[in-house]
Structures are given as structure tokens and as C-alpha cells.
């Protein structure tokens, strides 16, 4: 690597502790800039552990003195913007998973308002909420009709 080079490495949190002490040996310590977190779209959540909701990405660079920060700005593609809804002030927002991994319990699995999650989910709320959400216009729904919970911050359409 040239002495102005920078490293990322992107891996998931079951490897990152033995990849960090992996590469503090090979640069140092010193050479470490950052670690970044991604959080997914989606957490992979299950009733017997905390869910598996980001990844690592270690930020190092070849010299303590000598490289350089590239910002980064650029635009997304339209297949990423189509994720999103605009609010009244031209905030960007989605909608959130209603439903949780349920591999082998069949708590969450009711029919609400015409929609059932699919075989290894269930709902992640009971319908007593979904009912109070759905009151309270925080509840949309995808062209293909699955509920989506509306962030709370984002104002109601008039």
C-alpha cells in the first residue's frame, strides 16, 4: 500500500473484534482512523437474542501523517430514491418493518386487515397497536398492500 493509502474493511459484527486486533498488528495501532457502523435496512430480530442490526467497516490508513480525507457527496439512483416518500417539508423518509423472524413460534401470526406475514414471520406488535397506529394514520402500505409503520417525527398527509 502507498504511504497515502487507506484501507476499509466491511465485515459483520461475529468477526470484527478479531479483525480489528488483526489489523492494529499489521499497521498499528496508530493507523486506525475510525470505525463505521452500517446499520441494515432491516434488523434480522428473533425472540431468543438481541437483533443482528449493523455491520462493521474499519477505516485505517498506511501513514499517521500522510493521507488524505476525499469527501465523497454524489447523488442516488432512481431505484434508490423510489425507497422513499417525501413529508410536506421535503424530508426523505420510509416506511418501517411491521413484522419479526418467528422460525419457530406462531405468536404473531394473525390476519390483519387482509395481510399475514409470511412462514418464518409474525407481526412484531400486537394488533391492539397495529389498530392504534392504523387510527392514527401512522400505517402505510407498499403498492402490493403490506402495512409499513410511518416514522413518528414524519407529519400526517392533510
Same mark, same amino acid.
Given at each position: ?70 469527501? !465523497?457527496? #454524489?447523488?442516488?439512483?432512481? $431505484? ?7 413529508? &410536506?417539508?421535503?424530508? %426523505?423518509? /420510509? ?24 412462514? !418464518?414471520? #409474525?407481526?412484531?406488535?400486537? $394488533? ?7 387510527? &392514527?394514520?401512522?400505517? %402505510?402500505? /407498499? ?16
Amino acid at each position: 500500500m502507498k504511504e497515502t493509502g487507506a484501507l476499509y474493511l466491511h465485515c459483520d459484527p461475529t468477526a470484527s473484534h478479531y479483525l480489528k486486533i488483526l489489523l492494529d498488528a499489521i499497521f498499528g495501532p496508530k493507523s486506525f482512523r475510525n470505525e463505521i457502523i452500517w446499520k441494515r435496512n432491516t434488523s434480522h430480530n428473533s425472540g431468543h437474542r438481541f437483533g443482528r442490526i449493523h455491520d462493521t467497516i474499519f477505516y485505517y490508513t498506511k501513514s499517521s501523517a500522510k493521507w488524505t480525507w476525499n469527501w !465523497t457527496f #454524489g447523488g442516488f439512483s432512481p $431505484e434508490q430514491l423510489g425507497r422513499y416518500e417525501e413529508d &410536506e417539508e421535503g424530508r %426523505l423518509y /420510509k416506511g418501517e418493518n411491521l413484522t419479526a423472524e418467528r422460525k419457530t413460534s406462531s405468536s404473531g401470526k394473525f390476519n390483519w386487515r387482509g395481510t399475514i406475514p409470511g412462514p !418464518t414471520r #409474525g407481526w412484531a406488535h400486537e $394488533e391492539e397497536q397495529l389498530e392504534k397506529w392504523w387510527a &392514527e394514520g401512522r400505517i %402505510l402500505t /407498499k403498492k402490493d398492500g403490506t402495512p409499513r409503520l410511518r416514522p413518528q417525527d414524519v407529519p400526517r398527509p392533510a
